[in-house]
């Protein structure tokens, strides 16, 4: 699958690792600076490169006050049959977001971060999934949380925030 990380800070290069070795990955941050800690993907830093790529996912991991300026920024460059989604720990404003994107949405809430957890080993770590959110995004994901051995909840956008 080729998947477009939203955001080059921890989180977006935590699923980079986790993800490039058995994904086509791209992240794309507007800082090109961030780009130097992530490896084995493409590093993106204008959204005509996103265009090139045509990802199948993408993962927005930008800083929780950007995430929805940073679809906003990505989505006149995505294919139609793209699967937005988002990591973010407040899902205030994002159930009407994508509601009027048009595209096909997965939201999930990793409990743990690269500051706290031991990303070797995630097994008392716990993750929300948003459960209004596409069949086959939540398949991807769950089947990434599992194999990360977290703890998976499953609540609707109200029951989270």
Known sequence: MR????????????????LSF??????????????????NTYRFTNTDEIKEFQ???VINAVTVKYTIE??????PVLPKGCIISDIASVKSGLK???????FRFV???????PTFASLSNLSSESVVIISEGDHLGKVFFKELYNNLKVNIFEYTFEGHD
């Open 3 to 18: 998947i477009l990380i939203l955001g080059a800070g921890k989180m977006g290069s935590f699923f980079t690792d986790v």
């Open 107 to 113: 939201s999930t809430h990793p409990m743990f971060g």
């Open 96 to 102: 009407e977001f994508y509601e009027s994107s048009g």
């Open 55 to 57: 990802p199948e996912l």
């Open 70 to 75: 940073a679809f906003r920024q990505v989505l």
């Open 22 to 39: 058995q994904h086509e990955t791209a992240v794309y941050d507007i800082d090109s600076l961030q780009l130097r800690f992530v490896y």
